[in-house]
């Protein structure tokens, strides 16, 4: 007579554990990096600096899910940042490693853009701290001396965009690129500015100028403010 073996309870528990361990490490492998795991990261970066609770506004991601940055804002703060994948000590999948670009103060008007491209390959500015009268608004950015790599760029290229006040009072102006083809080997500086090697961990866009102007239900224009976009602050940890 044959004889059969029984696992005990304890073993099936430890089989069990053993197999779902297994067939997270698959999905991770699959996934090649899960959305969750990126905001997870950078949600463990915004507690390290107190900067919880916080609502996120908007999000833009890579195609590949090789990065994802975010827009946050809490009770009186503004978080910009974003979480990029790397190789994890030749694991077959990547740990999502977060840097936050700026923490502004929701005092007055706040611009600032997100550190990644939208799914057009363009630019999101925020905008935060509009008069309540002002309904939609225009924004202008330069983008100045954006180096290249493979390819010349221009040394000052403008684009614009048109943005509509939302419910929460927030406005999101997308900035699209120019066509290609400035003659030569010329690109578009918006194309420049996300290709760039360099930019691809932490990413950031730089401290550019714009010029915002902010209109009423009839047109008429409420606000006009020239400035800077924020410089990079690098905060990746503690």
């Known amino acids: 007579m044959k004889r059969t073996w029984k696992l005990s309870r304890g073993q099936r528990v430890v089989r069990n554990l053993a197999a779902a361990l297994l067939l997270l490490a698959l999905a991770l492998v699959l996934a090649g990096w899960p959305e969750w795991m990126g905001l997870w990261a950078f949600r463990q970066l915004e507690a390290s600096y107190l900067l919880t609770p916080s609502r996120v506004i908007c999000v833009n991601r890579a195609y590949d899910k090789s990065w994802a940055a975010y827009l946050t804002e809490g009770e009186d703060w ?45 630019m999101t500015v925020a905008v935060w701290g509009a008069p309540p ?69 932490y990413g950031f866009v730089g401290e550019h100028p714009y010029r915002l102007t902010l209109t009423d239900v009839r047109g008429g224009e409420v606000l006009a403010q020239s400035g800077t976009l924020p410089p990079n602050q690098c905060l990746t940890g503690r």
């Open 78 to 122: 503004i978080t910009v940042g974003r979480a990029t994948a790397v190789e994890f000590e030749g694991l077959p999948f990547h740990r999502a490693v977060p840097g936050i670009n700026h923490i502004l103060p929701k005092e007055g008007i706040a611009v600032a853009a997100l550190p990644g491209p939208n799914e057009e390959r363009g």
């Open 133 to 201: 009268e002002a309904v939609s608004g225009t924004l202008e950015v330069d983008l100045i001396g954006v180096d290249g790599i493979f390819w010349e760029c221009p040394q000052k290229e403008t684009f614009s965009a048109q943005g509509e006040r939302r419910e929460d009072g927030w406005m999101l102006f997308q900035l699209a690129g120019h066509p290609e083809g400035h003659g030569g080997q010329m690109h578009c500086a918006m194309s420049c500015l996300w290709d760039w090697d360099a930019r691809r961990v």
